[in-house]
């Protein structure tokens, strides 16, 4: 690795760092109801909101109602979109018809409404060769928003969960969704989409333009309103880009300061909620216990993916060519900077590369891979993020438990079968629905007909990363599989919905169950969670649930391809 | 859960609207004030017509200009249709290239791998057969339209231009070097050279030895 991308990457972590507070505290205030600088604004958008919907503020739910809620919300946000996308024929503007070759057929439809809608944003098209504008605002841009409003209000509800004691409610989803939504992203939005523009980001509604080269060739510039989606994307942590090659694209992603405005808003809001978990538990200790998992994690990501892509590929190198793996990469964010985003990117359910990770080295394609494999735990999705998280953590503590024969408490709150079991579902869902997939696509002509680019071992990577990538609710691709046929829009569509619901379902079940309890008192036989030891311990379940399930499928795909390239193999 | 429907409905409608309506034509008003160049997609002008954009990279063939980097977006950069290649590192494709089949006189099978584009790179830059080559010279972008290369890249390139130009390769690297962005804060990001407005400068400085059009003009 070159010095350089190394400071690159303790320059970002330590911003990263540096605003968690803040924002942590932020979070905790908006969604505690409190006033902040922006009530005096926002209230009465708020009151006048919640009188739409027919809901009152200090409206207060179960388990089950929140969770009815969020799957009505999602249902509604998906149907309108599958509408929007059948129809969008009719509408006017934009691009010309021409230009829009993929047909928006019923499965194709069905894949990207489920996609946006659960913050995947996993993309079987190609956005300049298929979407209108007007599809891209008021579908997709509009999607961005409130899927990702909802999977944060669905977050703090997780942490209700453990805050609040002797009750059976978790707040209210309206309410929640209603706040995330006006005070934490639309301001964001709207200030970082203005510096986009400012940065380079085209925003308008100009059809394709025609350019006349300077050699006097001719070229067809696609345009469009880009900044008002590309901030909101990664924001909100869906992913899905403007065009077919996402951050990649010169217009979505100009600069490396872009780039840096885009990964923050990645990583700052679910790394700051860990923040306000351990603030508004009054253990900050913990929230900086889990957040060190979490920096140490990224960081190793980093540091192997790094090395990888600089190391490049032998056979190249062997014909003279120097610098590293450049492949599938802009020369404006090099080898850091395209590493940074494919770390950033995977742990942060995001899935706005700027670099294709179809062309990665092995190992480099490797740690995207596992951190999607692992759920997500560093930072994570929006909200979801921190129930990625804590779910691992109380496996560690459930295993810890066992080892000194003790029921195991977490913040004073007893995990007793009941609530093992509901840890046990949710750990069990993502390694079933991936391995499941993957398995089907692999021996299916349906599945294997989607290696059309690349084929082998590598292609067997294409596939365990489509599902890895969608099951995570991400959306990253190794773009060289063919994915937009029915079998592959159908089964990434049902792993999405179970990264989704199948998820957050148990992670509100257990909620619930948390709330219910008091608080029992710290006493000298309680396992202390805010410690470096605790830190290793959730370090190490990661580690070892994560290869316990995935290490087979690894060695087919990833580790077999690495042996190959290395020559062991001929 | 059917009482959940009211709330459901008139939230994903009003969030819609703000969201997907206001919000982006607020950004687009304000921006097209504000940064109106930049809101317009950074278009280069010249004698009222469109030449392309500072963003987006384009072909450049002959020897006077300097050459962007090789393109899997459609036919070669093109903006309407973004692409990487995709192909993985033990792609045979990839590491050793497809040669024309003979057998089928009428299609051509052939793709150029990097040892392809490198054996051309050094031809067309007079190097040495085993000179080291930059490797943005001879992979293709992400994005199929990356309007930058490399310092070295350039560097390797400036005695071809400055032969084709009738200038002095001095004058040539000082183009390039007015040309050349730095990193970020020092930091983030790599040096790049646009090929876009490095070929405009070259154009503006040496109007004499201008390049006549090569390629077909648009259909």
């Not at chain 1, 790394?271 to 253990?283: E, I, Q, S």
């Not at chain 1, 560093?378 to 503590?397: Q, W």
């Not at chain 1, 599902?467 to 773009?479: D, E, F, I, K, L």
Request: aromatic content about 8%; proline content about 6%; glycine content about 12%.
């Amino acid at each position: 690795m070159k010095p350089l991308d190394f400071f690159q990457y303790v320059a970002f972590l330590l911003i990263v760092a540096v605003l968690v507070v803040p924002v942590g505290n932020y979070l905790a205030r908006v969604f505690s109801g409190e006033t902040t600088f922006l009530s005096r604004i926002l209230r009465p958008a708020e009151k006048a909101l919640y009188r739409l919907m027919g809901v009152s503020a200090d409206q207060e739910m179960d388990w089950k109602s929140y969770t009815y809620s969020f799957l009505a919300f999602s249902l509604i946000g998906t149907i309108l979109l599958y509408a929007l996308l059948r129809l969008q024929y009719l509408l006017p503007g934009g691009p010309e018809a021409k230009y829009l070759v993929t047909p928006l057929t019923p499965d194709l439809s069905l894949n990207t409404a489920i996609s946006f809608s659960t913050t995947t944003t996993w993309q079987a098209y190609g956005g300049e060769t298929t979407m209108r504008y007007w599809t891209q605002m008021l579908g997709l841009a509009a999607q961005n928003f409130m899927a990702a409003a909802g999977g944060l209000a669905v977050g703090f509800a997780f942490l209700r969960g453990f805050v609040r004691q002797r009750t059976s409610s978790l707040g209210c989803f309206w309410v929640d969704l209603t706040r995330a939504l006006l005070y934490v992203l639309l301001p964001l939005a709207f200030i970082g989409s203005l510096a986009l523009v400012f940065l380079g980001v085209p925003q308008n509604f100009m059809p394709y333009v025609e350019a006349s080269t300077i050699e006097g060739g001719s070229q067809i510039i696609a345009q469009g309103p880009v900044a008002a989606l590309e901030l909101i994307k990664n924001l909100g942590t869906n992913g899905g880009g403007f065009f077919n090659v996402n951050g990649a694209h010169p217009y979505e992603n100009p600069t490396p300061l872009t780039n840096l405005i885009e990964m923050l808003a990645i990583a700052v809001l679910p790394a700051g909620f860990v923040y306000t978990f351990g603030k508004l538990l009054d253990r900050p200790r913990l929230g900086w216990t889990l957040l060190g998992v979490m920096f140490t994690l990224f960081a190793a990501g980093l540091l192997i993916c790094g090395t990888a892509e600089q190391g490049g590929i032998p056979q190249v190198a062997a014909l003279g060519v120097s610098g590293g793996n450049m492949e599938g990469k802009e020369v404006r964010f090099g080898i850091g900077g395209s590493v940074l985003t494919a770390i950033t990117t995977s742990n942060g359910a995001t899935g706005s590369y700027n670099s294709m990770h179809d062309s990665f080295t092995p190992i480099g394609g490797l740690v995207p891979l596992i951190n999607m494999l692992l759920g997500e735990i560093v930072f994570g999705g929006l909200g979801t993020g921190l129930y990625s998280m804590i779910m691992i953590a109380l496996v560690g503590l459930f295993l810890a438990g066992l080892m000194v024969g003790r029921t195991p408490e977490f913040v004073g709150k007893t995990i007793g079968p009941p609530e093992v079991k509901l840890i046990l579902l949710y750990s069990l869902v993502g390694p079933g629905t991936v391995l499941l997939l993957t398995a089907l696509a692999v021996t299916t002509p349906g599945g294997l007909a989607g290696l059309t680019t690349n084929s082998g071992p590598h292609g067997f990577s294409e596939i365990l990363y489509g599902y890895a990538s969608s099951m995570a609710n991400n959306g990253q691709n190794m773009a060289g599989l063919s994915a937009n046929t029915p079998f592959y829009n159908f089964t990434m569509a049902i792993a999405m919905m179970a990264g989704r619901f199948a998820l957050a379902i148990p992670a509100l079940a257990l909620a619930s169950h948390l709330a219910v309890q008091g608080r029992r008192p710290t006493t000298v036989g309680t396992l202390p969670t805010d410690t470096l030891q605790f830190g290793v311990i959730v370090l190490g379940t990661a580690i070892i649930v994560g290869a316990l399930s995935f290490l087979p499928a690894l060695a087919i795909g990833p580790i077999v391809e690495q042996l190959k390239m290395i020559g062991s193999l001929r | 859960m059917l009482r959940q429907l009211r709330p459901a409905l008139m939230s994903v409608l009003a969030f819609t609207i703000i969201t997907g309506l206001f919000f982006p034509f607020a950004i687009t008003g304000i921006s097209q004030v504000l940064f109106p160049k930049q809101a317009r997609g950074s278009l280069i002008e010249q004698n009222g017509k469109i030449i392309g954009s500072e963003l987006i990279g384009q072909t450049f063939a002959q020897p006077g200009y300097f050459h962007s980097r090789p393109s899997a977006a459609g036919g070669g950069y093109d903006a309407g249709a973004s692409s990487g290649s995709n192909l993985g590192p033990t792609s045979s494709k990839l590491i050793k290239g497809i040669e024309d089949d003979p057998a089928t006189k009428d299609a051509d099978e052939s793709y150029s791998g990097i040892p392809q584009l490198a054996v051309a790179y050094r031809k067309e830059n007079n190097l040495a057969a085993d000179a080291s080559v930059p490797a943005d010279a001879v992979t293709r972008s992400a994005s199929g339209l990356d309007p930058e290369i490399s310092p070295e890249n350039a560097a390797l390139q400036a005695p071809r231009v400055a032969a084709a130009r009738k200038l002095g390769e001095d004058a040539v690297r000082k183009l390039v070097d007015e040309n050349t962005a730095g990193r970020t804060l020092g930091l983030f990001g790599e040096p790049r050279v646009n090929v876009v407005l490095l070929n405009l400068a070259l154009d503006k400085a040496a109007p004499d030895s201008k390049p006549k059009p090569a390629a077909s003009p648009a259909p």
